[in-house]
């Protein structure tokens, strides 16, 4: 095992419980808890949003993507950043002027429905619960990629880790741990991937997808998961041993789809039209949906500075889905054989050895990037069960009295506990694939609600619930049926796993229609909270 690998883990935490507990100096109110009490600065926030942002989906699932189906996937980082741009232009600012410390209350000030609050409430529930189990899978595929321990150590770790921090701490701590996290998750792929561009022009500039199919760089040893048959005719059991010399062609094993060949640069392959922009519209729409990236934006003190946040985040998150991308393009050089295991969400742990050797140089930049997953793991758990603690402590446990920072300390397990026990039973999920359903849902729920809700005096709370049920209730059944029911074929497929080019329209039509047919429900001080939407704070008397 690499020697680096447990000291850079065990920094890693340190410095996460010792950033949290300085950010616990400033908490004192159930505010700072919730947002910060609304002072975080513009760049502070951009660095914490981009820190809990960049998950595992980001760090790890982005360039396992691309190892595995080629610039198909480009869409994903593409629209995980293009997202922000969206939320620039139609949500940040006016979300930042309701008032509102969560979604729910956002929907109690505009709509005034304890109704529409509670189904805002299981939704954003539902988002986060999703959102994080991915989380907690990859941080146990981490540890067990990297280590060779037991999966439910990882997922359990970071659990334990996020769930101190962020109870003890709040948003006020949490910030300061996210904003560290983001630079920390940079530097760990920035600096290795300097030194893998060098190796792979001394290497003379090896081909990513050269026309005889991929080969192995150097003798490899692969041992087989599960029963399979390799190019088609030679059958493998599993646990079998595979041994292969330098420049032997990379086998297509039947149990693991993957591109090979010319397919791998050719767009359309993996995601047709329809599964193309349902995708993109999820990506692109379902940032604006985030529970816990909408929740930062209450912490900066204006509509102004929310607007210069997202600005910065933008830029941020759009050079670090650089990195990925460049990972998944060399592991497909130097780390075929994760073709043949289908465990390609593990390019970035295992490329830098893979790449340069087991010296100490391939180790120490081993450690780094493995520093940087956990990195991931922590912030983006950190922000989601912040969310979703806060949502339990004003909808659920506060429930109209006063309540106290135990309160949100006992919201902070209970929002711990589900997705953790899940994490430990699910460990062969697309890490990626899961966090896409959980944009689609956002996508299909919030943004029609807040677009809507933000920009048209017509909504109504009992279309704004009419909306909220049909599309974000029909690709909640679609992530059901994906992520638990059996697998789907031909159409259906796409049709199901990506449901946002359907779903999303089909909210926004039935948000429109039923607030149409209840226009007399229009809350009678619409105009007064439609100014407090718009009109900067310097113009208010």
Not at 161 to 189: E, S
């Amino acid at each position: 095992m690499n020697p680096y690998l447990v000291p850079g883990l065990v920094v890693v935490v340190l410095l996460t419980v010792a950033i949290g507990a300085y950010g616990l100096r400033f908490a004192r109110t159930t505010s700072d808890f919730l947002v910060a009490s609304r002072s975080v600065s513009p760049s502070w926030n951009a660095a914490a949003i981009s820190g809990e942002y960049l998950s595992a989906a980001s760090f790890l699932g982005v360039a396992g993507l691309i190892l595995c189906y080629g610039v198909d996937m480009l869409w994903y980082p593409v629209g995980f950043a293009a997202g922000y741009l969206a939320l620039l232009l139609f949500v940040a600012a006016p979300l930042r002027r309701s008032g509102a410390f969560t979604l729910p209350d956002f929907c109690q000030v505009r709509l005034r429905s304890v109704a529409l609050r509670r189904l805002a409430t299981t939704f954003v529930l539902f988002i986060g619960c999703l959102y994080l189990l991915p989380q907690l899978q990859g941080a146990g595929l981490t540890f067990s990629t990297v280590t060779g321990g037991s999966y439910v150590w990882g997922a359990l770790l970071v659990g334990v880790v996020v769930t101190a921090n962020v109870a003890f701490g709040g948003m006020r701590a949490i910030t300061f741990v996210q904003a560290f996290q983001y630079w920390l998750k940079l530097t760990a792929l920035a600096v290795p991937m300097i030194f893998l561009i060098l190796q792979w022009q001394a290497d003379g500039r090896p081909a990513a997808n050269p026309p005889t199919g991929a080969v192995f760089p150097a003798a490899t040893t692969v041992v087989v998961e599960r029963d399979a048959i390799l190019d088609g005719t030679r059958p493998v059991r599993a646990g079998e041993t595979l041994q292969f010399a330098e420049g032997d062609p990379v086998p297509h094993v039947d149990t693991v789809d993957a591109h090979y060949g010319p397919d791998w640069l050719l767009p359309g392959g993996e995601l047709g039209l329809f599964a193309t922009y349902s995708l993109i519209l999820a990506t692109f729409l379902g940032t604006m949906g985030l529970p816990h990236v909408l929740v930062r934006f209450y912490t900066n003190p204006d509509g102004a500075s929310a607007r210069r946040t997202t600005l910065v985040v933008l830029a941020m998150v759009g050079f670090f889905y650089l990195l990925p991308t460049l990972y998944g393009v060399l592991g497909r050089i130097y780390t075929p054989q994760l073709l043949m295991t289908g465990r390609t969400d593990a390019v970035v742990l295992l490329l830098p050895e893979a790449a340069l050797g087991g010296g100490h140089l391939g180790r120490l930049l081993g450690a780094l990037v493995t520093a940087g997953a956990l990195a991931a793991f922590l912030s983006t758990s950190s922000g989601l069960l912040t969310s979703v603690a806060g949502v339990i402590f004003t909808d659920v446990l506060k429930a109209g009295r006063n309540g106290s920072i135990r309160d949100f300390r006992v919201a902070t397990v209970l929002a711990a506990v589900v997705p953790t026990v899940l994490a430990l039973y699910v460990s062969d999920m697309d890490v990626s694939q899961v966090v896409g359903l959980a944009f689609a849902v956002a996508a299909s729920s919030f943004c029609p609600l807040l677009v809507l809700g933000i920009w048209w005096r017509g909504l109504t709370d009992v279309g704004a619930i009419a909306g909220i049920i049909a599309g974000g209730g029909a690709a909640m059944g679609a992530v059901l049926v994906t992520v638990l029911g059996p697998p789907l074929t031909g159409g259906m497929a796409e049709f199901v796993e990506q449901p946002a080019a359907w779903t999303v329209p089909l909210a926004f039509v039935v948000m429109v229609g039923g607030s149409l047919l209840t226009s007399r429900r229009v809350p009678g001080d619409v105009g007064a909270t439609m100014l407090r939407l718009h009109a900067p704070e310097s113009l208010r008397t």
